[in-house]
Structure formats: C-alpha cells, structure tokens
C-alpha cells in the first residue's frame, strides 16, 4: 500500500495509431501493455492496457502514475473512451515522421469534452527522422494544440527504441503531477469496472480505475446497476497485494457473492444505500466545432467511464443557438451517474463524436415544468457548491428533503454536506428536523415553511368547529410527519391558533383566547372523579352558556382528557380511569355485581352501568349473566 505522503495520479495515452503509444510506455515502466494474442500478431493495440511508474517529484516526494495505454484505431474508439473516462491528465502521442492525424485530432477533442484539463506532448520516432523533420513536427504540435488545454503543454521529443529523452519525460511527467489536482475526498466511492475475469483457486476478480473513496479488505458493497451485494475478499494494486487503497489508481479487487459472467465492463461498485443507477439526465451540453447542431430527439451513443448506452437528446429550447444547450438526456439502459460526471457523446453512423457534456442533475423531479426545469438548471450549472446544496433544498418545496437523499444526489458523503447544511440553517436560508443524538435529517426552505403553516390555518378554517386534532390536521394536509411536526410548533406563534395537549383551534380575531374556560372545564371533571356531569350540568356551575360549552368538551376529548361513556352527554376524566384501572388490575380474577361495583366506587346506576359497559368494551372485565370478572 503505498504511504500517506505518495502522490497517486492517472495519466492516460491519446494519439493515432502506430505513432508509439505503447512502445513508449514500455520505454518508461518495462511493462509491456498489449496482452492480448490478437495484439501481438497485428502489431496493434485493440483492447486498454495497464502500467505503472513509480516518480520523484523535485522535492523528493514520491509520486505513483498509472498508466493506461488506449487504442489509437478509430475501430476501437470505444475502448479509448473507456480508458479515457477517469483519468487526470493525458500523454498525447505524436510521431514525428506523420504529425497531426485523425486520431490526434479526435482523441485530445474528446479529452476536452471530459474535462481533461492537463497533460503533456511528447512526439515520438525522434531516431526515424531528420532534425529538419523534428522542427517541422515541433511548429506543428505547437500550431494544433494552440486555444487547447495543451496550449502551455511540455513537449518533450523521444524516441522509445533508443532511449533518448525518456529521462527528461520523465522528470516532466513528476512536474505534471504536481500541477493536477487532488481528487475531492468529499466524494463517495465510485469504482466503474473495466474488466472482470476468473483466477483460479480465487475465483472472480474485476479491474477499474478508482475515481474517489477508499476500499479495504472486507468491506461490503454494491454492485451497480443491479445493486447487487457482494463482498471484497481481496485488494491489489499494480500486482501487489494490500490491504486497503485510495483513489485515484488502478485497482484489481477480488470479490465474493458473484460469478464472474455476471460482471460486465460498464458495472460500477459503490457503498451499500449511497449511490444508484438513473435513466434520466439533465446535462448541459458541448458541441464539437465544425459540428451541425443538435437536433431535438436526436439518438446518439453515450459514454461515460466505462459504461455506454443509447441517449435520447430532449433539448430544453430547440432550435436556441447555445454555446452549451441544456438538455434532458432519456437512457435506454440505467447507469450511475452524478453531478459533475461527464460524458461524449458519438453518432452512430457514421460513428463521430459530436459532443458531450456535463451533468447537472442526475434526478430531475418528474412532472416538473419545462419551462421550471429549464430556469433551475440555468441557476445551478453557475452555482458554487453551497448553493447548490441550497437549490435542491428548494426545488422540494413542501417536502423538503433528507440529508441521507441529498448525499445520493450530490455523490458526497453525509459528512461533507452536515456542515453546509450548518452554515445554510445558521444564516437562515434553511430549517433544519433534528433526528435521535439532535442531529439534523431533514431540511426545507423557510418559505416552505410558512407554506406548510398556511395550509394548516386553512384546515382548521375549513372545518366547522374550527378544532382538529393533532392527527386528523395531519391526515387532511398529507404533509410529511417532520415537516408537520415544525409547521405544528410555527402554527401558533404566527397564525391565531391555541395548541392544548394535541388539539389545534382556530381562534376568531379579536375573541377571548379559550385556555380559562378549557382549564376550568377539565378541572371540573378532574374533581368529580367517576361521578361526571352532563353538558348542561357543567354549563351550570360554572356560569357558561351551552353553546360555549360544548366546543370545549370537543376539545378536551380530541386531547385525550375525557373519554365518553357511551351516553352522549356523560364523560368522565381520563385520570380517574386510570386510578380505577389500577385498582381493578390489583383485583385480577375476582368478580362482582352491580352492587358490589356501585359500593365499590360510590356511584348510582346512572354512572355505574355506562362505567361498567366501557370497562367490558375495554377488556378490563368481562360480563357474563350481569357478573363481571376482573381480566
């Protein structure tokens, strides 16, 4: 395993074929990339091959560059945009007695297209031509990669059969590697697979470049698009074995749960529950120059990493003259995609590469607007990290949205986007749901928020008596349970609404707040015990007009302080049951009469029978013939 302090970085070949790629490969690792019988006897590369070199940079520092070497034919393109898909930097290879070819041109077109924003020239068969030849190709190296990331590039001249300039290359790819960036370790892990075969004694074994996160000997995960379950029973890199690997860099894993004909270039193994697959893209698109432009509906071939399918082009405004057009790209088959991937994108016949893009959401909301789609996209392609974090929150409106679901859209993990959410909630552009241990799960925005209020006040105005309890509010508005949960507490601090126990009431404006009359109401009813009053009895003492009166019983009961004995009018307080219920269970077995009972509790018959046919429909005790056992 290599230490903390090695720099790992992917360099990747480009260049026409027979212009040296993978004899120059061979020239500065001793690796031999061209595996296959077929390669051997045609003299060609068909398939991707695989080296490393290990470097020091000026200071010291050691650097691990993985090379994978593609083919520079254009009949196997796409095995080049396999290889291509997750490298850092390229090595764009040009012999010095042809200069600038087809393939040239379409494979550093194509390392554009995917983002590739370092790399190195190096013209190759320095020993097969004349120094007046090496100028010539030198002017037209510099001419071709003029207004290309390549412009400010090292070219470096070599020749692989004789050795010379193979040191300098080197020493320029260890100051390349200082100049690429880190890969973001916010990211959660993504290793798209480019091979997988048989070993025996080991069983299945699979091959990829690891784009983020880390993997150990051990660790369960998935395999996407099926998202099937399988364990890492082995890990090598570079054909030493070790026990745990950071990308980026090549990586062969050893797997269990799985035979090896259900693996196939293009799966892609992720963490159990983070990441998974989609058939529907919104992109922002590139259009190679020289190239007609897109037309809406269009069928092209997709590739990204190792993975390609069929894509239809659903442009957002047809027929608009856009640099880069936004599009919604509809998958024939489902591939794991995230924010920021890129992809090209080739017609298939005649096979070209048109294009390709970027992506900016991989779960478009559905039944959303075209002309809504169109304006958020347009927001989030220019937004910095944090408000993109902000505009997803948003687009949920009512829902808003988990932070578990916000890291599967983000491809970053929990713990990178807790302390966005922390910033968003602390400037109060979002509202956080706290969950077990007070950490936040949920977040919306606060104007759905006050949304959410409003459809609560509507509710309760809605209804007759203008009081819901707490779980019929709910079923009415079909909010979800976190979000009514914070509009239930906002409710009252800002709508004329009286929250007792679990019970919501819409107050008139201007009328006396109900609190008094409730307590005295439920006071009432505590004091008499078993022996409740009726309606009218309760409006007498205390002095309250019927009308008044019967509201606040509503309430009381919907809160769960009185329970109703069959008769409409008679109720009796919810404590004194479970007093009686607690003297009764210390009686299990015994048996009693109406007598006995009426003795028992101090009650007449009026209270006694309504009393004694709750307590059957409870199962507290179970009457047969006018005896009653205790259960």
């Known amino acids: 395993m290599k230490s903390a302090a090695t720099r790992s970085m992917v360099l990747g070949t480009a260049g026409h074929i027979d212009h040296g790629k993978t004899a120059l490969v061979y020239a500065l690792t001793g690796t031999d990339t061209d595996r296959l019988p077929e390669e051997k006897s045609r003299g060609i590369t068909i398939d991707l091959g695989f080296a490393s070199l290990d470097l020091q940079d000026p200071a010291g520092h050691s650097i691990q560059l993985s090379l994978i070497d593609v083919p520079g034919h254009h009949a196997f393109i796409r095995n080049m945009l396999t290889g291509a898909g997750g490298i850092d930097c390229v090595m764009l290879v040009i012999a010095a007695d042809e200069g600038i070819r087809p393939q040239t041109t379409e494979h550093l077109a194509i390392c554009a297209l995917l983002g590739i924003r370092h790399g190195i020239v190096a013209i190759t068969k320095q020993d097969a031509v004349s120094p007046e030849r090496l100028?010539?190709?030198?002017?037209?190296?510099?001419?071709?990669?003029?207004?290309?990331?390549?412009?400010?590039?090292?070219?470096?001249?070599?020749?692989?059969?004789?050795?010379?300039?193979?040191?300098t290359l080197k020493r320029a790819l260890a100051q390349l590697a200082l100049s690429v960036p880190a890969r973001n370790a916010d990211t959660i892990l993504r290793l798209p697979l480019d091979r997988a075969f048989s070993v025996r004694g080991f069983g299945t074994v699979v091959t990829g470049t690891l784009q983020a996160g880390s993997l150990h000997v051990g660790d369960a995960v998935h395999l996407q698009p099926e998202g099937r379950s399988v364990r890492v029973r082995g890990i090598q890199v570079h054909g030493a074995s070790v026990s745990e690997t950071h990308a980026p860099g090549r990586v062969a894993l050893n797997l269990v749960g799985v035979e090896v004909a259900e693996v196939h270039r293009g799966h892609t193994i992720v963490p159990p529950e983070t990441l998974s697959p989609v058939?529907?893209?919104?992109v922002e698109l590139t259009i190679l120059p020289g190239m007609p432009a897109l037309r809406h509906r269009a069928s092209l071939r997709l590739h990204a990493f190792t993975a390609e399918t069929t894509a239809r082009v659903l442009?957002?405004?047809?027929?608009?003259?856009?640099?880069?057009?936004?599009?919604?790209?509809?998958?024939?088959?489902?591939?794991?995609?995230?924010?920021?991937?890129?992809?090209?994108?080739?017609?298939?016949?005649?096979?070209?590469?048109?294009?390709?893009?970027?992506?900016?959401?991989?779960?478009?909301?559905?039944?959303?607007?075209?002309?809504?789609?169109?304006?958020?996209?347009?927001?989030?392609?220019?937004?910095?990290?944090?408000?993109?974090?902000?505009?997803?929150?948003?687009?949920?409106?009512?829902?808003?949205?988990?932070?578990?679901?916000?890291?599967?859209?983000?491809?970053?993990h929990t713990d990178a986007i807790?302390?966005?959410?922390?910033?968003?909630?602390?400037?109060k552009q979002l509202i956080g749901a706290t969950a077990e241990h007070a950490a936040v799960s949920h977040v919306l925005c606060p104007e759905a928020l006050a949304e959410a209020v409003e459809l609560l006040s509507k509710e309760l105005e809605r209804t007759e008596a203008r009081s819901l309890s707490r779980a019929e509010l709910r079923s009415r508005t079909k909010l979800e349970d976190w979000v009514f949960a914070l509009a239930a507490v906002r409710l009252p601090q800002v709508r004329p609404v009286q929250s007792v126990g679990n019970?919501?009431?819409?107050?008139?404006?201007?009328?006396?707040?109900?609190?008094?009359?409730?307590?005295?109401?439920?006071?009432?009813y505590r004091t008499v015990g078993l022996a409740s009053p009726i309606v009218s009895e309760v409006a007498a003492t205390l002095q309250l007009p019927d009308k008044e009166v019967a509201p606040l019983i509503t309430i009381l009961i919907r809160a769960g302080k009185l329970v109703r004995m069959g008769a409409d009018n008679l109720l009796v307080h919810a404590e004194a049951l479970v007093r009686l219920r607690t003297e009764l269970q210390q009686q299990r077995g015994q048996t009693f009469d109406v007598g006995r009972f009426k003795a028992l509790t101090g009650l007449t018959r009026k209270h006694a029978i309504p009393l004694l046919e709750y307590l059957d429909g409870a199962r507290i005790t179970r009457n047969q013939n006018g005896i009653r056992t205790v259960l």
């Open 135 to 167: 100028e010539a190709a030198r002017d037209e190296v510099r001419r071709f990669t003029e207004h290309t990331f390549l412009e400010d590039a090292p070219v470096v001249v070599v020749s692989a059969r004789t050795g010379a300039g193979i040191p």
């Open 279 to 282: 058939n529907t893209v919104d």
């Open 315 to 412: 442009l957002y405004r047809p027929g608009e003259n856009s640099a880069a057009p936004l599009a919604r790209l509809r998958l024939s088959k489902p591939l794991l995609l995230a924010p920021g991937d890129r992809f090209v994108l080739r017609q298939p016949s005649p096979a070209t590469t048109v294009g390709g893009g970027r992506v900016l959401d991989a779960h478009p909301l559905p039944r959303l607007r075209k002309a809504a789609s169109n304006a958020w996209l347009e927001q989030l392609r220019e937004a910095a990290p944090e408000q993109q974090i902000l505009l997803r929150v948003r687009r949920r409106g009512l829902h808003g949205i988990s932070i578990k679901t916000l890291s599967s859209e983000t491809c970053l």
């Open 418 to 427: 807790r302390p966005i959410i922390a910033s968003l909630i602390a400037s």
């Open 503 to 524: 019970q919501f009431t819409l107050r008139g404006a201007g009328a006396k707040e109900p609190i008094e009359a409730l307590a005295k109401v439920e006071a009432l």
